[in-house]
């Protein structure tokens, strides 16, 4: 135990990414200036959409932390695939203030451009996730460090919290082994939660090597969340998380609060058979927006207006009790995504939750 303290002691776990942090803030005072402007050009009604009539403010779980010097960048210099599809003419170039979306991916948004987006929207805060990717499977590894978060973090406590990115695959002794960096970044950074994409890493979500992870977030009680369905055809990446794996993994970790994040694809409907039936799986909705949640083959509406009885109402185990609304910034704007929820037309108790209470119940926020 020693070890493990002197090893992972703040002062040298941060002096590793110091030149990194301060290249990123000071990167980002420039971008900054760049930023505001963009946002204060004259609006249009996809960019600055009418105010809501919403009486309380959304949380958003599912924010990359796409700062200047950040993940983008690093993704460009390994010549990550999927920045291939970031051109002005693909899905990606949604954003309402994008203009050059290729080039504003690499270049990564201050946190104090996202607290802009945040306040226009009616965001109180959002979880910044510290992603662990790779250039697809098997390919070399990005990372965003819990420490880079937590600078963030610690600047606007009010406006982020952290969500720190594991791999399952480095050994016993390195500091990024799993349980021990989790530990690290919930004990003594304060993250309030943990986050993986299995898919780039060849890792089965039920493989026994996860078990070490499932058994540290159940200790420390923070919820554990993890792609979906399928991966992405560019990065060459395999399926994420089938339900049956899902089942696996909630029957053998009854206490762990398990999170399938996305779309399930192809297998949508299994894994909400899983949201039904084990009381500790919830469902992130963040890549899709909420304008595809009407569309017949998802019924994700109808799912969320179902009451399934006094006893499922007890134990908060209706759907609207396990769905959470994100963007997975930057793949959505916040005012867009929010005015496209607001006009599903759901009752303000079924909103309340899906925006707000889900989540801040999920990360005892």
């Known amino acids: 135990m020693e070890r493990t303290k002197s090893t992972l002691n703040r002062r040298g776990f941060l002096g590793s990414m110091a030149v990194t942090v301060g290249a990123a803030v000071g990167l980002g005072r420039s971008v900054r200036a760049e930023s505001s402007s963009r946002v204060s050009e004259p609006a249009t009604s996809s960019q600055n959409p009418s105010p809501s009539k919403r009486t309380f403010k959304a949380i958003d779980w599912s924010i990359n932390a796409w700062f200047p010097g950040?993940?983008?960048?690093?993704?460009?210099?390994?010549?990550?695939?999927e920045l291939g599809v970031c051109n002005n003419s693909s899905p990606w170039a949604g954003l309402p203030y994008s203009k050059n979306r290729r080039e504003e991916v690499i270049r990564g948004w201050t946190p104090e451009f996202i607290i802009e987006r945040f306040d226009l929207a009616g965001v109180e805060k959002g979880?910044?996730?510290?992603c662990w990717a790779a250039e697809g499977l098997g390919g070399k590894e990005c990372r965003v460090e819990a420490d880079e978060v937590?600078?963030?973090v610690n600047k606007y406590p009010d406006r982020f919290y952290g969500i720190v990115g594991v791999c399952a695959l480095p050994g016993r002794w390195s500091k990024y082994y799993a349980p021990t960096y989790?530990?690290?970044?919930?004990?003594?950074?304060g993250f309030k939660g943990v986050h993986m994409y299995p898919h780039w890493f060849g890792v089965k979500i039920n493989d026994t090597r996860m078990y070490p992870i499932y058994e540290t977030c159940s200790e420390l009680d923070v919820p554990f969340l993890f792609q979906i369905g399928t991966g992405t055809g560019m990065s060459n990446s395999r399926m994420c998380a089938l339900p049956e794996w899902i089942d696996d993994v909630a029957r053998d970790f009854p206490t762990l609060k398990i999170v399938g994040i996305h779309g399930g694809g192809s297998w949508?409907?299994?894994?909400?058979?899983m949201l039904g039936k084990d009381p500790n799986v919830y469902w992130g909705l963040d890549a899709s927006p909420p304008s595809t949640w009407t569309q017949?083959?998802?019924?994700?509406?109808?799912?969320?207006?179902?009451?399934?009885?006094?006893?499922?109402?007890?134990?908060?185990?209706n759907y609207q009790d396990k769905v959470m609304?994100?963007?997975?910034?930057?793949?959505?704007?916040?005012?867009?995504?929010?005015?496209?929820?607001?006009a599903l037309g759901l009752p303000e108790e079924i909103a309340r939750k899906v925006l707000?209470?889900?989540?801040?119940?999920?990360f005892k926020l």
């Open 325 to 342: 609304w994100g963007t997975d910034f930057p793949v959505q704007d916040w005012a867009v995504s929010l005015e496209q929820f607001d």
């Open 150 to 152: 937590y600078a963030v």
């Open 296 to 317: 017949p083959q998802r019924g994700i509406v109808d799912l969320l207006k179902q009451d399934r009885g006094p006893g499922y109402r007890e134990q908060r185990q």
């Open 127 to 130: 979880g910044l996730l510290a």
């Open 356 to 362: 707000r209470e889900n989540v801040s119940r999920l």
């Open 268 to 273: 949508e409907q299994n894994f909400i058979s």
């Open 182 to 189: 989790i530990k690290y970044a919930v004990q003594q950074l």
């Open 70 to 81: 950040g993940i983008g960048a690093r993704f460009s210099g390994i010549g990550h695939p």
